[in-house]
């Protein structure tokens, strides 16, 4: 770590000394600025890798610091330091660009960390775009297409990568939540390290103080080794929690504890681990309205959602579905070790004029199933199967009258539906509960409580 040096600026001589020493054992250089315009005067004669600036200055706020260095000094990461229990001060910070954040009193087991990930970013950022798009490596993931919203959510996650706040991303079931997750973090100072992605809607609500923390030797019947939990294993990395609006209320409380400590302690353990751990989060559900019902707790939303990535639906990119074609098709014949099926052009408006409740995950789906089962080496829109009915015919059924419920009333309706949906994902699956909800594009927990209302075995 020759020749890096870091900026720090605070009003305490104290602080300015802790942090001068510990960095120079880091073999780091370090200047000072004890106020916002000694900081801007520091920037003018010298380049920094990094800016540690306390919230609150002389003469305004860190705040003031990190606009200037992201208005100048681009490429070079800052980090707030705010006083005890000050949330609000350090997700304003994360919100406005901050890389991270310390709180006080300084715990340098937290301030290295720190240092280590913010002296790793890569620059300049276009270095790193090519793993955004499409011109990535095999095998890297990557978000296809060329559409204004497809567009915004590249450029979004150039921005995240340089940062260490936590990322909350929304979007409907099969969306690339997870891919948009991924591409994060290997744009990112932590992409030499591992990246753990968790359902949490797929956990069993009595095992999950164990998965996340782990257990020590003994510490419940079936404990016959210690074992670290998600939190441990994802050290130094990314934490990647799907569907997160499905953690119980008391799993809640421990993970929001987690966050703010940046420790864990291991189930049947006296002691508690330091942890360097980003986490970026993701659901298909409203987490405010389940706020608002009081299905998930506030104070978690506040710090999860410090930054919000939205994935567009296939809905809204119809103009980007024949290149996802293109770039799946290739990949299923290259797997197969198949030739490429000619694609018709009546297939191509088919998929055009659908409205994918599944997102790209069903498309990948209907095209593996057309491929497998197409004759003459040519998919045409009978071999897709898609049993929705496009929007003309959809005016024409409300036209008639045809409302389309079988004539059941509309509740029993859609239960009937559903059912029809279940049993047929079950079979396909063989009666694998985990399969089935996979491929209904639920959460196993979701389908157990289908299951238990529609009384389903």
């Known amino acids: 770590m020759a020749n890096r040096a870091v900026l720090v600026v605070d009003d305490e001589a104290d602080i300015r000394e802790l942090l001068v020493l510990t960095l120079s054992r880091m073999g780091v250089d370090a200047d000072t600025a004890s106020s916002v315009a000694e900081a801007k005067t520091a920037l003018e004669a010298r380049s920094y890798d990094l800016a540690l600036t306390d919230m609150r200055l002389p003469d305004g706020e860190g705040l003031d610091v990190l606009r200037h260095i992201a208005e100048h000094y681009g490429n070079t990461p800052v980090a707030v330091i705010t006083a005890y229990g000050s949330t609000e001060n350090a997700v304003a910070a994360l919100k406005a660009g901050a890389f991270d954040y310390l709180s006080k009193p300084i715990k340098l087991d937290q301030l290295r960390p720190l240092v280590m990930s913010a002296l790793k970013l890569p620059r300049p950022v276009h270095q790193r775009r090519v793993s955004i798009g499409e011109t990535a490596s095999p095998g890297t993931p990557r978000l296809i297409g060329e559409s204004a919203p497809i567009l915004r959510a590249r450029e979004m996650i150039q921005r995240l990568a340089r940062s260490q706040a936590p990322v909350y991303i929304t979007g409907e079931s099969g969306s690339g939540k997870e891919v948009a997750a991924r591409l994060i973090h290997l744009g990112s100072a932590r ?13 069993p609500e009595n095992l999950m103080e164990s998965e996340f923390f782990g257990f020590r030797k ?58 360097d751990v980003r ?13 608002d019902a009081g299905e998930f707790r506030q104070d978690l939303f506040y710090r999860l ?20 074609v293109e770039e799946i098709m290739g990949r299923l014949a290259r797997q197969s070790g198949n030739p490429r099926p000619e ?4 297939a191509m408006l088919a998929l055009r004029r659908y409205d994918f409740p599944g997102n790209v995950r069903e498309l990948e ?3 593996e199933r057309a491929m497998a089962l197409c004759s003459d080496n040519a998919i045409r829109e009978t071999d897709l199967y898609l049993t929705q009915a496009t929007p003309r015919e959809k005016s024409a059924a409300a036209a008639d009258g045809a409302v389309g419920t079988r004539g059941l009333p509309l509740h029993d309706f859609l239960d009937q ?22 491929l209904l594009g639920i959460t196993f927990r979701s389908l157990r409580y289908r299951l238990d209302r529609l009384g389903i075995d």
Request: aromatic fraction near 4%.
């Open 218 to 275: 003994g510490a419940f019947t079936g404990a016959d080794s210690d074992r670290i939990g998600f939190l441990q294993a994802a050290q130094k990395g990314t934490l990647f929690l799907d569907e997160v609006g499905d953690l119980p209320l008391a799993m809640q409380v421990k993970l929001l504890r987690v966050i703010q400590e940046k420790k864990v302690r291991r189930v049947g353990d006296t002691q508690e681990d330091a942890i």
């Open 343 to 346: 694609f018709t052009e009546e």
């Open 305 to 324: 959602n410090v930054i919000e990535l939205k994935m567009p639906s296939l809905r809204e990119i119809p103009e980007d579905v024949p290149r996802m």
């Open 365 to 367: 789906n209907i095209l």
């Open 417 to 438: 539906v559903e059912r029809e949906a279940i049993m047929k994902a079950l079979e396909a699956t063989r009666y694998n509960k985990t399969a089935a909800a996979k």
């Open 191 to 203: 992409a030499a390290e591992p990246f753990v992605a968790v359902n949490c809607g797929a956990i």
């Open 279 to 291: 986490i970026i989060s993701a659901t298909h559900r409203n987490l405010s309205q389940q706020v």
